[in-house]
């Protein structure tokens, strides 16, 4: 099947879809409304499928590529609640010890997409981890629907400190320089923003169309940030001024972009809401940024 890309729906049907990725509607709030744009023998359930994630379409970089030593591991969640999983990746031939990377999902776990992406960022030369925050919930079940239901369930003050707790797990790696930077998508971009709040010597965070942090906690922020944002993503774009009149009045280091015509979930490949352009665009942008930031190059 060809894949479909953003043009080809109707923007209220991509509208309902983040709406339904969210949380803010149901399956069947989304297949009620979005039948009414479905024509020619198309119903809303394979609208629906069609909007959903093809992981091995997408995969850009082998679960055995012999290039990375790859593995599930485990650290202590420091609310004595037992540990949390995550996978960490680093590259098979490197020179020393190398700088971290923290990998922050989406709002629906440790999905074979966020693998990957921690497998391009090791290839990098970095040691990529990425946490499961569904973990205490029996981790991320195989299905994004159930995912979706299970991340409504979560303890959200212990997940930040389990993700607090997972830069200082990785920072203390032996393969480890102790430079750590952080990039997250969606929620997990909500989550860089908030450990940029939380870890004063954190290296550098980028967030990609993440919920903003609170003004207030703004100036407690000591990493340099680099921000991308989609053009067509009211519900994001909404907290936009508040939090740049908060990063300037607090002389926050920061770059932020907004990529014409995409939408939420821009960088994810294995979606129709995935921009090529916008997506390598911004990736060679984070790359640079971590490697300035976190190799002190450039």
């Not at 609310?79 to 680093?90: C, D, H, K, P, S």
């Amino acid at each position: 099947m060809e894949r479909k890309q953003a043009s080809d729906f109707h923007p209220e049907v991509l509208r309902l879809f983040d709406q339904y990725v969210h949380g803010l509607i149901d399956r069947r709030g989304f297949l009620e409304r979005a039948a009414r744009f479905v024509a020619g023998g198309v119903t809303a359930s394979m609208l629906l499928d069609s909007l959903n994630p093809r992981f091995a379409e997408a995969q850009q970089i082998a679960q055995d590529d012999r290039r990375l030593a790859t593995s599930h591991v485990e650290y202590d969640s420091p609310r004595g609640t037992g540990r949390v999983r995550g996978y960490l990746a680093l590259p098979v031939k490197r020179s020393g010890r190398l700088p971290g990377v923290l990998v922050v999902h989406e709002n629906r776990g440790l999905n074979p997409h966020i693998e990957d992406i921690a497998r391009r960022i090791a290839l990098e030369q970095y040691l990529a981890f990425a946490p499961d925050a569904l973990t205490p919930l029996g981790g991320y079940p195989g299905d994004e629907d159930k995912a979706r239901e299970l991340f409504a369930k979560l303890d959200q003050d212990k997940t930040r400190e389990d993700f607090v707790a997972a830069v200082a797990w990785l920072k203390a790696r032996p393969e480890c320089t102790g430079k750590v930077g952080v990039v997250g998508f969606c929620w997990g971009g909500g989550v860089a923003n908030m450990l940029a709040t939380r870890i004063p010597d954190l290296s550098a965070a980028v967030p990609f169309y993440g919920p903003q942090p609170p003004a207030e906690d703004v100036a407690k922020i000591k990493a340099p940030l680099l921000i991308h944002y989609a053009e067509n993503d009211e519900r994001i774009n909404a907290g936009i001024p508040a939090f740049e009149a908060a990063l300037k009045a607090n002389h926050v280091r920061y770059e932020m972009f907004t990529y014409p015509g995409t939408q939420h979930g821009f960088n994810n490949d294995t979606t129709p809401r995935y921009d090529k352009a916008a997506a390598t665009l911004a990736w060679q942008r984070t790359m640079e940024f971590f490697k300035k930031n976190l190799r002190g190059e450039g």
